[in-house]
């Protein structure tokens, strides 16, 4: 089964905190790609990062970070210092296909307090 | 920076009625996708495609769904016959040739009373 799992459903945090979004993810295939997405109360979808299945490299953009590791099938995100512009729902996703059908975890809801 | 457009943003419709939705790709790609988001819910990949022709649906992707592209620019999602679980917000997306992310529109929120 294809499936994507983010346990946490609401993290709330006073500003320059830290906060990590956890997300595991199951599949059959050894090829696959691992993405997580930025909903802002606006309500669209912005990418924020794509890691493929052979690449367990971490990866740092700002105050963004990323652990991908396979042997516990997890992706989890790192925001560090959070801000008030980072309150949103974060999507963590999965796609086995070369057709970009995405399956998407259930999201989780970061709320930053000034 | 390139952008996916939907309209309308927000949508309001009794049941029964078709309602279309539309979106702008961004011009040179070539891989076109719906996905749907219930309220407080997970997104759900409707429907993919490409060349002129549904590539894969979801079991969500009935009959009462149908997808089209109907000139060079817009791709739409057609909904015939609304009932009262499609509320929900719509997202299209799109991809380039060899690309590896969708980039996805603002969303279409359609309600049906």
């Known amino acids: 089964a294809q499936k994507v799992t983010q346990a946490q459903t609401e993290i709330s945090v006073v500003e320059k905190e830290d906060v990590t979004l956890d997300c595991v993810y199951e599949?059959?295939?050894?090829?696959?790609?691992l993405f997580w997405y930025k909903q802002p109360p606006s309500g669209e979808l912005v990418f924020l990062i794509r890691r493929n299945s052979f690449d367990e490299q971490n990866e740092i953009s700002g105050r963004y970070s990323w652990n991908f590791q396979k042997s516990t099938s997890s992706f989890n995100f790192t925001i560090t210092a959070s801000q008030v512009v980072d309150s949103a729902v974060y999507f963590c996703?999965?796609?086995?296909?070369?057709?970009?059908?995405?399956?998407f975890g259930a999201g989780t809801t970061v709320t930053v307090r000034a | 920076e390139p952008e996916v457009t939907q309209t309308p943003s927000h949508q309001v419709t009794q049941m029964g009625q078709e309602v279309i939705l539309r979106c702008v790709p961004i011009s040179n790609h070539l891989y076109f996708y719906w996905y749907r988001q219930i309220l407080g819910q997970k997104v759900e990949f409707l429907v993919s495609?490409?060349?002129?022709?549904?590539?894969?649906k979801s079991e969500i992707f009935d009959d009462q769904f149908s997808v089209e592209r109907p000139d060079g620019s817009n791709f739409t999602l057609k909904i015939r016959s609304t009932k009262l679980e499609d509320s929900a917000m719509y997202f299209c997306?799109?991809?380039?040739?060899?690309?590896?992310?969708?980039?996805f529109g603002a969303g279409s929120r359609l309600t049906v009373l």
């Open positions: 495609f490409y060349n002129n022709e549904i590539s894969e």
């Open positions: 997306a799109s991809r380039g040739h060899g690309a590896n992310v969708l980039t």
């Open positions: 599949t059959r295939d050894t090829t696959y790609y």
């Open positions: 996703a999965l796609t086995w296909t070369n057709d970009y059908k995405l399956s």
